[in-house]
């Protein structure tokens, strides 16, 4: 059996929400206060994310990304990355994290399987990070990058979410780390959703800006069909430029994956409420294969946020 939905799309990749818990607080993704989280007793435990795993493997899932919430603040996550590397079918794991523990475990997770990770960071000001991020400390991403690349978790991806009067006039400087390391600098567009989207909405900018401001960035060809970014590189450079539009919905016929959120949600398409509880096929292995070849066939085939409809949930409760 294998997952393939009814738009002909093979699904190949999972990405887990380990928690939603996060220890940064970032002013698109989080409100400032009132953020309530899910009890620990919802929370997938360990053998339950390899049931789920080792379903979606059998099923032809080659790859998992962990994410959040901010999947470092997950108790063990060196461990669960342990046992989902030794999961026969899967052959990548990767990690998104805001980077501020990465020092910490960077090497540990190396170790325990992971491949790589994407890192995100939006700009490279001491105060200005603070600012975004209403405290964190942009020197722990930063010895976070560095350690990553040192253990080896490349390539590194470094993601930045374009703010309006905020990071804009930091494009050039973060294009600029291309320059000699084989970094993938990600800029990704601003989505109006959940409790955040009034703040959003108010300081969204296209990313089209990246190429006004800088001129030499030349398209160059995907690796991976399935990503949802469109690539570009300054002639000379080693590492490459990521635009990811969300709302022009380009990838959609390309997309290959579905999520599951921290307390045991499969949800088809980020952009979309819908989700569907899996807890309740645990027991038996078969079933919950057959369940996910039937529920897959539910997947939309494409988004609806350039109709402007946007989602209730936040990224750090979806698992962005
Ligand atoms: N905590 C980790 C991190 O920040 O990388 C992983 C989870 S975070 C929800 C995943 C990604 O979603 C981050 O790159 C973050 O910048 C992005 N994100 C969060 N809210 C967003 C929004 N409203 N629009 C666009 N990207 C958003
Ligand atoms: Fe936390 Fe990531 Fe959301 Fe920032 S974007 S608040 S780091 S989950």
């Known amino acids: 059996m294998t997952l393939i939905d009814n738009f002909n799309r093979k699904i190949e990749y999972l990405r887990i929400s380990v928690t939603d818990r996060c220890n ?14 899910k009890p620990h007793i919802d929370v997938l435990s360990f053998e339950e994310i390899e049931k789920i795993v080792k379903a979606f493997a059998k099923l032809g899932v080659k790859k998992i990304r962990l994410t959040g919430g901010e999947p470092l603040v997950r108790k063990n ?24 523990l990465l020092k910490k475990y960077a090497k540990e997770l190396k170790e ?16 200005k990070y603070s600012e975004i991020t209403r405290g964190s400390s942009l020197k722990d991403v930063l010895e976070g990058i560095d ?12 993601n930045t979410v374009l703010v309006n009067g905020f990071n804009d006039n930091e494009i050039v400087d973060l294009v600029e780390l291309t320059k000699y390391k084989k970094f993938d600098v990600r800029f990704i567009e601003l989505m109006t959703i959940g409790d955040t989207a009034n703040w959003t909405r108010e300081r969204y900018i296209s990313n089209e800006i990246v190429l006004e401001k800088v001129k030499e960035l030349k398209s160059v060809k995907k690796l991976d069909k399935s990503s949802p970014a469109t690539y570009y590189q300054v002639p000379g450079y080693l590492g490459r430029v990521g635009l990811i539009n969300p709302v022009s919905c380009g990838f959609c016929s390309d997309c290959n994956r579905v999520r599951l959120t921290s307390t045991g949600r499969l949800k088809l398409c980020l952009h979309s409420d819908v989700e569907y509880n899996l807890k309740k096929f645990l027991d038996s292995e078969e079933t919950l294969e057959n369940e996910l070849v039937k529920l897959i066939k539910e997947k939309p085939e494409k988004h609806k946020l350039n109709e402007g409809v946007s989602i209730k949930k936040s990224m750090f409760q979806i698992g962005g």
């Open 77 to 100: 996550i060196v461990e669960l990355v342990s046992k989902i590397s030794k999961i026969d079918g899967i052959k990548e794991i990767t990690m998104t994290t805001n980077g501020l």
């Open 24 to 37: 940064s607080r970032c002013k698109y993704c989080m409100p400032a206060d009132g953020v309530e989280f």
């Open 147 to 158: 350690e990553a690349e040192k253990v080896g978790l490349a390539p590194i991806k470094l």
């Open 112 to 127: 325990a399987g992971l491949n790589r990770v994407n890192i995100s960071i939006d700009t490279l000001n001491f105060d």
